[in-house]
């Protein structure tokens, strides 16, 4: 079992920046791959960003890449995003998720989530 607890959601101004957080308990952090989801109002959860177990890998959505960057501590089971740039269209409640797979992309290869945090902003 892992327990995944995100953090660092908040509102923000366009332009702006935010860090996300997540905190992993349970389980060795590091035999999972993480990833990044998010669901904005009336739309379905969607892929934002995956990284490797070792960190070595990532990926992300096409609508994010060069603004968001995900990184993972596996000594501090924590993965992190940091978003720069955002867009309005980035609002939306994050979640973290862990995966026992080499990479993270899709919802349905995802065995743990955490309870999401918002992430508002605004024009």
């Known amino acids: 079992q892992v327990q995944l607890v995100e953090s660092g959601g908040g509102l923000v101004q366009a332009g702006g920046s935010l860090r996300l957080s997540c905190a992993a308990s349970?389980?060795?952090?590091?035999?999972?791959?993480m990833g990044w989801f998010r669901q904005a109002p009336g739309k379905e959860r969607e892929f934002v960003a995956g990284?490797?177990?070792?960190?070595?890998?990532?990926v992300y959505v096409g609508s994010v890449k060069g603004r968001f960057t995900i990184s993972r501590d596996n000594a501090k089971n924590t993965v992190n995003l940091q978003m720069n740039s955002l867009k309005t269209e980035d609002t939306a409640v994050y979640y973290c998720?862990?995966?026992?797979?080499?990479?993270?992309?899709?919802?349905?290869?995802?065995?743990?989530w955490g309870q999401g945090t918002q992430v508002t902003v605004s024009s």
């Open positions: 998720a862990a995966a026992s797979a080499i990479m993270v992309t899709k919802e349905t290869s995802c065995d743990y």
């Open positions: 990284i490797s177990w070792s960190g070595g890998s990532t």
């Open positions: 349970g389980r060795t952090f590091s035999r999972y791959a």
